[in-house]
């Protein structure tokens, strides 16, 4: 295969390779020992060598080298497992370039028009192979050559698809193609001999919507900051919407909250994105939210097909979906008719014989002596060996689980008596409610239908089956609604959740979580102790010890399982209802549920989940109820108040028996029951609210008791996820925002830098890190980040990349001395303050400390940091990982910081700057010399340099015979130099104000460092120059890792 032409210094190194052909310009090597029956020592060493090493570091046997005549210095550019693998390449090299190269009277520019021919092959067939996965590879392709051609994009951009559609500017329509790619989507259109094209990338985006005008039937508007974009004509608007919106939502979780929000490990990977991948994650983001599967279960099979529906005599027509532990079943109207099949509950999965009544059927046994028979199903042989893998495989891992486990309970009865006396109360009691039979006493009202709620239910095992794998049908969710008896509320709530499979396959795991997390203290600890009384005060369980200790248990070992999330508000009363209604056991299991896998992304520092969802609430009230919305026409007074409904699923505002049948329909229908009942809250309230005269008469209208008859309109999961996806990218450019304005609120008064200035210089930073979350990326750059972000920025050129190099290297250790290594955004504001809109002497103050130690060390390559014990530059951490033990109060951390720079200051005000040695001072005079290049004044400017550095030569000479001759007549003080030591009686130094003043006595110099420098042109020319900056920045990021 033909590889980027990679250096070889020395083209036989250690005699491991053999010359098979040759020419002036090519050689064809062979790996020595490879192939051969041979006794010779080298060819054995190099085949144990070869042998040994891992499939990584393997070196293939056959290779070709490009070569210069005369040079020893050669370059890797195809290699092989197979001699005709490579005599493919060589005779491509040998008829189509030979010739063309004694053309070359300069052989480096042979050598450089092959290598820029080997990329182009490269580039060529990684082209085609990404367009051989599309429907028509040839469009592709062509299509991906202009998208190369028409925005200059780093060649790591990978193009996902592209329409043919029309931009509107005002009223007139322009006629183009729309480029969607991982991070960019591009449109370019020439018309009538005029060009237009632009870009916009994903992270700029702050909305995507469908709209409807005069002019537009219906057209995509892309909003970002700055403007709207709106396209139409799409021959699949639908598909083209879909596509923009996860693509949008996929780059703003990766790039501003990689941590919070999870993605797929298929999506993190960008070079694996198509829009066959992105078809699939919809699909799978469906599957998941529509039967509540965890977050890491895999799609493998999409299959329609038909289940035998006893309750109903006939096949029910839908889609099997399969996944890593789980054969799901919908029917094709969404809700009436569902199955969830755990593989842990299957016996076999078997073909039976065809016929034309049962085509293609399948018999899925279940332990429970239970069958299941799915028909028409395409490919029937392929999907049933790979179900049966899948099967295999766990049923594997369940037999190594049990004899892991029945291995280790011989050392539990031994020391049974030993630590009987100091376990807890059992973990597998019964729940908080029938431990207090006085509770009935409350509910006595509504005794009387227990028992025919109880009758119904048992009607309904009897025709529909019992466990997770019952039918769910319109009937079950009427029953759910009719109220859950409180003697099947657990084992339902159990059911529905598919809490029951995880509490079975994780046999002990709460036990032993319950102990590791006995005795510690966190920050987690401190607010669960905090908020253990005030879940539900008022009922009894939580008015003694037993109750209180269950939940502290129960809270605690979630907060262990889940370091991320640990503890949050709203969790205390969801698992103090969970263990009126469970045992302990089982509400730890059923709170796991809620807060993994049904309330994604909702129980975080942020609550990014719930904020998504109060934003999809908001839509749903301008499309359900439209004479609300005209009437109401801000809605965040409703969404604010909506919150709580959300975060504690209505058991904070409604009265406990009807909460409790909230928590009901939420276990058996998802987040989709809470959205019904808001729209039916709103719905029923409709006309006070619409009568309301301020936000306040609004709050105490929603704020009293609702009651309710039925869950309102109905919705579609499908519909739910897909605003989801749509507003998760306003909420994430909403918090982004905020994070914005409060980071130049703190940075401007110290700066003198334009507000405008500020935040384009914010907005660069922000994107000079792709590698870091969101919050990361806000208070802090690494060292290879702030060097791409030097180069773009810094005032002065530099001379040649190297010396630019070993600036910013002192630069970022001037900025970053403590120990984390990081620059925060206040940081690289000042720095490009005092370059840009500083005085002379302060401009000179600057590059004055970046020649002495700390930023000058002894060695370039491997700078020294040291740590002062209070620094001002060290950021905020939000999302620090420290021991919980050591997180301070985000105020208290605002208030230390503020004092230290006070501190800071003051003692840098008074402080005098280190004196300057000789190599120091010679480091200086070529960064000045660097700086001048490419001046138009350059020539005076050198003469200017060179008549300074002589003055300050004399005056450390002089200075240097002085201190001589006082040492001979008396002994003096050791002198203080800038890296602290004590300078010797000999040493040559200059002080800061020496060269100030010897600089000042220049003109030229005094001109070129009063001159101002425009930083929104600089600005305006990093913003072109990033994207392709970035993509070196993530080569060098992979090389170092």
Known sequence: MWLNPEEVLLKNALKLWVTVRSNDFFLLQKRRGHGEHTNKITGLLVGALDTVLDSNARVTPFRILLQVPGSQVSWVIASGAAIEEVNKHWDWLVHNLLQSLSVFENKEDAASFVKGKVKGLIAEEVRGRQAAQEEDPEKFREALLKFELHFGLPSSEKLVTYYSCCCWKGRVPRQGFLYLSVNHMAFYSFLLGKEVKFVIPWAEVTRLERVSTALMTEAIRVTTRKRQREFSMFLNLDEAFGVMRQLADITLRRLLDSVGLELDRVLQQTARITKRILEEQAIREYVLALFRLPRSEKLYEVAPCSVWTPHSRSHTAGTLYTTDSYLCFSSREEG????????????????????????????????????????????????????????????????????RKDSRRSVV??????????????????????????????????????????????????????????????????????????????????????????????????????????????????????????????????????????????????????????????????????????????????????????????????????????????????????????????????????????????????????AVCVVDCFFFQGIKSIFQLGLAVLDANAAQLSACTDDGQALMILTRWVHFSALGVNLSVRHIERLRCLHRVRVLQAHEDTIKENTLRLVSPDVSISPENLSDLYDLFKHGDSGHSFVERQYRLDRPQFKSLYGLLAPW?????????????????????????????????????????????????????????????????????????????????????????????????????????????????????????????????????????????????????????????????????????????????????????????????????????????????????????????????????????????????????
């Not at 293609?360 to 060996?385: C, G, H, W, Y």
């Not at 509770?439 to 227990?450: A, I, T």
């Not at 290049?933 to 450390?956: K, R, Y």
């Open 413 to 658: 009865r031994m020391s049974k008596n030993a630590s009987l006396c100091d376990s807890p109360p059992s973990l597998k009691s019964a729940s908080l409610k029938n431990s207090f039979l006085f509770v009935r006493v409350l509910v006595c009202f509504c005794q009387s239908m227990e028992p025919v709620k109880e009758r119904l239910w048992d009607d309904h095992f009897t025709e529909f089956g019992r466990g997770v794998h019952m039918f769910r049908t319109e009937k079950i969710q009427k029953l759910v609604a009719m109220g859950i008896p409180e003697s099947l509320r657990g084992e339902l709530w159990m059911t529905f959740s598919d809490a029951c499979s995880e509490l079975d396959s994780h046999q002990g795991y709460y036990a032993g979580l319950v102990q590791k997390s006995m005795g510690h203290s966190s920050l987690a600890t401190d607010e669960i102790e905090r908020d253990l009384h005030r879940s539900l005060p008022d009922h009894p369980a939580f008015q003694n010890p037993t109750g209180i200790a269950a939940l502290r248990r129960v809270l605690t070992a979630y907060a262990h399982r889940n370091p991320k999330i640990g503890y949050c508000q709203s969790m205390n009363i969801l698992a103090s209802v969970l263990l009126l209604y469970a045992k302990e056991e089982e509400a730890f299991w059923l709170l796991v549920a809620v807060c993994e896998r049904m309330l994604p992304d909702y129980f975080n520092r942020r609550v990014i989940g719930a904020q998504v969802d109060q934003s999809v609430f908001e839509e749903l009230i301008r499309e359900r109820l439209p004479e609300l919305a005209e009437q109401v026409p801000d809605l965040s007074t409703l969404s604010s108040v909506s919150l709580s409904w959300f975060l504690t699923l209505f058991l904070s505002v409604l009265p406990f028996q009807s």
């Open 797 to 1041: 050129p530099s001379g040649c990349s190297q010396h630019m190099d070993t600036l910013s290297n002192r630069t970022f250790t001037l900025l970053a001395p403590d120990r984390d290594n990081l620059v925060t955004f206040k940081d690289f504001a000042s720095w490009l303050d005092t370059l840009y809109c500083e005085e002379l002497n302060v401009k000179i103050r600057f590059l004055y400390r970046l020649h002495i130690p700390p930023a000058l060390t002894e060695s370039e390559d491997e700078p020294s940091l040291r740590s002062p014990l209070l620094s001002t530059n060290r950021p905020l951490y939000v999302n620090k990982e420290t021991p919980e033990e050591e997180v301070k109060d985000y105020q208290e951390q605002l208030k230390q910081m503020l004092q230290d720079l006070v501190k800071e200051k003051e003692k840098d005000a008074d402080k005098p700057l280190p004196l300057m040695n000789q190599r120091e001072f010679i480091q200086f005079c070529k960064t000045l010399y660097s700086m001048f290049h490419g001046d138009p004044e350059e020539n005076d400017l050198f003469q200017a340099i060179a008549t300074v550095t002589s003055l300050v030569l004399q005056i450390g000479e002089a200075g240097h015979r002085e201190q001589t001759k006082a040492s001979e007549e008396k002994p003096a003080k050791p002198t203080p130099l800038s890296d602290g030591a004590l300078a010797a009686d000999d040493e040559w130094t200059v002080s800061y104000a020496q060269i100030l003043a010897s600089l000042l006595t220049e003109q030229a110099l005094v001109n070129f460092f009063e001159k101002p420098a425009d930083l929104t042109e600089k600005i305006a020319q990093a913003k072109q120059n990033q994207y392709q900056q970035r993509a070196g920045l993530l080569t060098l990021q992979k090389g170092t890792r």
């Open 336 to 403: 009436s008719c569902t199955l969830l099949i755990p593989l842990s509950e299957v016996l076999s999965i078997e073909k039976a014989e065809s016929t034309s009544s049962l085509p293609n059927p399948v018999i899925v046994s279940m332990r429970t002596k239970k069958a299941f028979q799915l028909i028409d199903l395409q490919d029937r042989d392929d999907l049933v060996e790979s179900m049966n893998s899948r099967l295999r495989a766990l049923q594997w891992k369940h037999s190594v689980f049990r004899s």
